[in-house]
């Protein structure tokens, strides 16, 4: 059984090192693109070379962009006092496609992690700070996860915000919709029962 070319080899080695893609799904994705050339994988060297040379991160936020600020900073109806914190832009994507926040966010690039060696100098939270006391931020939302990671850079942020007349949040955490009590986990069903409400 002959092996593919070194080049395609290369492509497939390349492919294979991308989330959610290990080398059999590398193998088979880089084999469609080839077999459909003109119909997918010119476009997407088109579409790479592009992201290549124009994505930047955002100067204000830490969205990812075509430009200096992205459009959800420069947007003068998302200027509504409200900041939501996330950890990365995976999670602000993720809160956009819900549609059901209207102000702006902060990408701190990952939470503070003893194991991993990341400490608060290694995130983006002095200059979270620094935007709520520059731009009259009235509420920051933290959007972290329910990790003890997450909590954790949830109470650091808290306290680093203590003197900025600012109100603190965070998400409620609970039972999703649709979610079936018997599929959740145990954290997930405390974290449920105490954040019910009157109904």
Same mark, same amino acid.
């Given at each position: 059984?002959? %092996?593919?070319?070194?080049? !395609?080899? &290369?492509? !497939?080695?390349?492919? &294979?090192? @991308?989330?959610?893609?290990?080398?059999?799904?590398?193998?088979?994705?880089?084999?469609?693109?080839?077999?459909?050339?003109?119909?997918?994988?010119?476009?997407? @060297?088109? &579409? +790479?070379?592009?992201? *290549?040379?124009?994505?930047?991160?955002?100067?204000?936020?830490?969205?990812?962009?075509?430009?200096?600020?992205?459009? #959800?900073?420069?947007?003068?109806?998302? *200027? $509504?006092?409200? #900041?939501?914190?996330?950890?990365?832009? =995976?999670?602000?994507?993720?809160?956009?496609?819900?549609?059901?926040?209207?102000?702006?966010?902060?990408?701190?690039?990952? /939470?503070?992690?003893? +194991?991993?060696?990341?400490?608060?100098?290694? +995130?983006?939270?002095?200059?979270?700070?620094?935007?709520?006391?520059?731009?009259?931020?009235? %509420?920051?939302?933290?959007?972290?996860?329910? /990790?003890?990671?997450?909590? $954790?850079?949830?109470?650091? #942020?808290?306290?680093?915000?203590?003197?900025?007349?600012? /109100?603190? $949040?965070?998400? =409620?955490?609970?039972?999703? #919709?649709?979610?079936?009590?018997?599929?959740?986990?145990?954290? /997930?069903?405390?974290?449920?029962?105490?954040?019910?409400?009157?109904?």
């Amino acid at each position: 059984m002959s %092996e593919p070319p070194n080049e !395609i080899e &290369a492509l !497939i080695a390349q492919m &294979a090192r @991308l989330p959610g893609l290990g080398p059999r799904s590398a193998r088979r994705a880089v084999l469609h693109l080839i077999q459909t050339r003109e119909r997918s994988l010119r476009p997407l @060297l088109a &579409a +790479l070379s592009r992201v *290549a040379e124009t994505a930047q991160i955002c100067q204000s936020c830490g969205n990812i962009s075509g430009a200096a600020l992205c459009p #959800i900073c420069t947007d003068p109806r998302r *200027a $509504t006092g409200e #900041i939501c914190v996330v950890e990365d832009v =995976a999670d602000l994507w993720a809160m956009e496609r819900g549609q059901a926040f209207g102000g702006r966010y902060h990408v701190l690039g990952g /939470t503070l992690s003893a +194991l991993d060696a990341v400490g608060p100098e290694d +995130l983006r939270i002095p200059d979270l700070v620094a935007r709520v006391r520059a731009d009259g931020v009235r %509420e920051v939302i933290l959007a972290l996860g329910a /990790t003890v990671d997450g909590q $954790t850079t949830a109470h650091y #942020i808290a306290e680093a915000l203590e003197g900025c007349e600012v /109100t603190v $949040t965070a998400l =409620a955490q609970g039972v999703p #919709i649709g979610g079936a009590l018997d599929f959740l986990d145990d954290g /997930t069903i405390g974290a449920a029962l105490r954040a019910r409400r009157t109904l």
